[in-house]
């Protein structure tokens, strides 16, 4: 099969934003942990990584053992080392934050240790013996391959069934570019898969192509792994005008393809979250010249990265706060020309009198993505809410032998939770086969 990520995309053309570290400077940074006991920056991980313990590897030579140690706690340690908001999870623990000194690069040591890996090509996993039980995942992102190879150690076959045709879920299709491009996502899919026994069904829609009964039929138990669905629509006039894009399918537009921004000058991008600061981010890297940021809210309230947003500020990201478009405008010629706001007060309510316009050939909506509860909402035993799998702290639902994990079931978080209840899931599923619930 033709892959799906072309050479030339878009995206190949950005820089990573936080380089690879050297020998040098990993031994050096390596040799400031302090190696806690019961060490917070462990504590904050979702996956909780022994970090004190690969760092001290790193600091004696000894990286086999520090990825060792990685991908033991957490199978996809590499692209987490790139994605993982570490202000706000190890690095934002550290306890050097309250000695007022630079915490720990955690970030940038796991990737060290991780990438040596993989250039090495050093393995660490091998499939358990064979129970005779198969699983099937539904969905080909990250919470769905932590999840399989988890079963894989434990001896169970996997099939993953996705109806896209490329491997490795938003990891692939909706990570900044500066952060991680999408082959290096494709090449850690892979690199899991080498664990051997787990089958790969692309362009099969379940619920469509195969039904749930028969999955069910096929799988002596299932895990949903679906993720989220489209960009999410504001329901305003205009917002079919020619111009008006969602933000996650222009991400995954210019990661696996090319986008065209010829005459794009002033692009707008709604929404307050971090998908919302990668677009604004990623515009001003492919040379739009204005690029500015519509919230409702307050810019302390916006649910973004604190550290993304001021970032983007310096790079040159303009905002327009407490700010809500009503309706999208197009010229004469036809083409989006501007969008029709209205301003908010603090409490996010709209203040009468305070219609105005602001020009824009480009608009990109980053309002949320849609959930995709309802494609299993008609089971019996599994519950929604707000559209997610509801589950318990294993990732099991109400409908015996089907568990979840990953956004379609938290909601929408990070590519580090998505590996730690696909885990947490396998295990409880290896515990359910081979217990015979
Ligand atoms: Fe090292 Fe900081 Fe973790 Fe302590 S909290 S073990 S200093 S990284």
Known sequence: MASPIKPDRSEATFEDYKPAMSEHAAVLEANRCLYCEDAPCTIACPTGIDIAQFIRKIATGNIYGSAKTIFSDNILGMSCARVCPVEVLCAGSCVYNELHEEPIAIGKLQRYATDIAYQKGWRYFE??????????LVGAGPA????????RVRGHACTIYDKRDVVGGLNTTGVAPYKMKADRSAEEAEWVLEIGGIDIETGVEVGKDLTWDELEEKHDAVFLGFGLGPDSSMRVDGEDLD?????????????????????VSNALVIGGGNTALDVVRELVRLGVEDVALVYRGTEEKMSGYVHEWAAGKVEGVRAHFQTQPVAFLAGDDGKLRAARCVKYDANKKPVPGTEHEIAADRVYLAIGQGKLGELVGDLDGVELEWGCVVVDENGATGRPGMYAGGDCANGGKEVVNAAAEGKAAAIAIDAYLMGGE
């Open 127 to 136: 499939a358990g013996e064979d129970t005779g039980k198969s699983v099937a």
């Open 144 to 151: 769905s391959l932590a999840c399989a190879h988890e079963l």
């Open 243 to 263: 111009g008006v894009v969602g933000a996650v399918d222009f991400i995954e537009q210019f990661k696996l393809g090319t986008v065209d921004l010829d005459g």
